[in-house]
């Protein structure tokens, strides 16, 4: 055996005492134990910090642009308008409205004689139950796109999406409700397991649930108008792709839709009425809206059956559900944010879902409107749609220029309204009574373009004699005749 001689040895290699290697080894254990127990800070998700710099760009630039136009226009310092109307309800803000906007808030609003004044408490709390549909990123491809976010396209079906969640709130909850997120009493476990299955109806995904979802939207945007994923949407296809999704679904809320501005209410009630919304899309003008259409803008947001408008500005599509004089108050669909995860009803925090709500009304002039537009009006009822026939009348004959009208018959295209009804409708009518052979008074406050002269309007049937009246209307094309916004 070969005997390594000492001075073959490297002096500055020792050689560890098998007690001190155990040591050693418990040393590492436990500095690798207090290592993993340690929090780890988390690494920024870039795609989220560019959305967050861009919306607070937007934001900027939103109130700059505003703020410019009005200045040009003259009305920045004007004083706001002391009337105000949300969706079919009425404010009277009166000359204390700054005072009551602005207390404990002196120190982040601007007088109220600012064209961005602040709002009373009812307003806001009425303003932040609207379903907020926005951009949103970080969800499932869009097969067989690899779009992973709708951000800079997607803006008029997030505001179609809007417009449909306020309808679906007005069907499941009537226009006046509240809950208490964290009450375990029945009504509001209730209501607030209602409230999420509406809003999870447009999360951003393939779920079964996900029932609007922009994956879903867009999809049929292909299949139906032709539309490429990631390409601008009008509001006619908006409108048809509710329709057709509504349709093959299991919901119980019928959609109809029409573009000549008619609504045939037999399409609606044959065989048998069930709460429909109306959607009507059409163009107010060519570069911007006519201004003889103004005063029936305003008029619609303050019908009980309204659900508000899809519009916008040109090139931006926003949704509207509210006037103060003349500017609307609109949610802005520009700005991105993560999409939600699916999971169990019960185990929402109200925080999950606080991406779906705005406390911050914004108001836009109806001379910056663009001329393309879905109006919705929700009727659950068979007299609710009799009522809405009955004002819309009633400010025609007042004179003003209103965008749609009613005729007893069928279209002469086939009908829009899906057939598809979950259970049985307790808002269910005989056909004869839909058609006619009854008459129904209905009992109507005053226009809000004047006094009616009346407190009620008898609302006849005409025998269903509609022919001339059938053959007058010219059907549309199936085309995407609407300007995209």
């Known amino acids: 055996m070969a005997v390594i001689g000492d001075d073959l040895l490297d002096e500055s290699v020792s050689v560890p005492h098998p007690k001190q290697e155990e040591e050693e080894e418990e040393s590492r254990d436990v500095a690798q134990t207090k290592k993993e127990s340690e929090p780890v800070e988390a690494t920024p998700d870039l795609s989220n910090l560019t959305f967050q710099v861009v919306n607070t760009l937007r934001e900027w630039y939103v109130l700059a642009s505003d703020s410019i136009a009005n200045l040009l226009e003259g009305r920045l310092l004007q004083q706001p308008a002391h009337d105000l109307w949300l969706l079919g309800r009425y404010y009277e803000l009166g000359d204390t409205a700054g005072e009551q906007a602005l207390q404990g808030q002196q120190a982040q609003q601007p007088p109220a004689s600012s064209w961005v004044a602040g709002y009373p408490p009812a307003i806001l709390k ?3 139950r609207l379903i907020w549909c926005t951009y949103r990123s970080q969800y499932p491809p869009i097969a067989p796109s690899a779009f992973t976010t709708d951000s800079g396209w997607g803006c008029m079906l997030r505001a179609g999406q809007t417009l449909l969640a306020q309808a679906m709130q007005l069907h499941y909850f009537g226009r006046d409700w509240d809950f208490d997120w964290d009450s375990t009493a029945d009504k509001d476990v209730l209501r607030r397991q209602q409230y999420i299955d509406i809003v999870k109806q447009f999360f951003d995904d393939y779920s079964s649930s996900s029932l609007f979802s922009i994956h879903r939207m867009a999809s049929f945007g292909k299949q139906f108008e032709g539309k490429d994923i990631g390409q601008w949407f009008g509001p006619y296809g908006t409108a048809a792709i509710i329709r057709e999704l509504a349709q093959r679904s299991d919901h119980d809320l019928s959609i109809y839709t029409t573009t000549d501005g008619v609504v045939y209410l037999a399409d609606i009630c044959e065989p048998e009425f069930k709460p429909t919304l109306i959607l009507v899309a059409t163009m107010l003008g060519i570069d911007r809206v006519n201004p003889v259409y103004y005063p029936f803008i305003q008029a619609s947001l303050t019908l009980p059956q309204s659900a508000g408008i899809a519009g916008g500005r040109p090139s931006s599509a926003l949704y ?5 004089g003349d500017e609307l108050i609109y949610l802005d669909p520009h700005y991105t944010r993560p999409a939600v995860l699916q999971k169990q009803n019960d185990m929402y925090e109200q925080a999950d879902l606080a991406t779906y709500s705005c406390n911050t009304p914004r108001r836009l002039a109806l ?3 663009d ?5 919705g009006y929700y009727c659950g009822t068979l007299e609710a749609l009799i009522d809405l ?3 819309i009348d009633l400010l025609a004959d007042d004179g003003m220029t209103t965008i749609m009208s009613f005729d007893n018959g069928n279209s002469p295209e086939a009908s829009k309204v899906d057939s598809v009804s979950r259970g049985s409708s307790s808002h269910s009518r005989n056909t004869d009574q839909a058609a006619g052979g009854a008459s129904l008074l209905v009992k109507l406050p005053p226009s809000p ?9 008898m609302v006849e049937d005409d025998g269903g004699d509609n022919g001339s009246e059938c053959d007058a209307v010219a059907s549309h094309s199936e085309e995407e005749w609407v300007t995209d916004i």
């Open 126 to 128: 009425d303003f932040s």
């Open 320 to 324: 509207f559900a509210g006037f103060q």
């Open 367 to 369: 001379s910056r409107l």
């Open 371 to 375: 001329p393309c537009m879905v109006f």
């Open 389 to 391: 026939r009955s004002r």
């Open 449 to 457: 373009g004047g006094s009616s002269g009346s407190n009620g309007v």
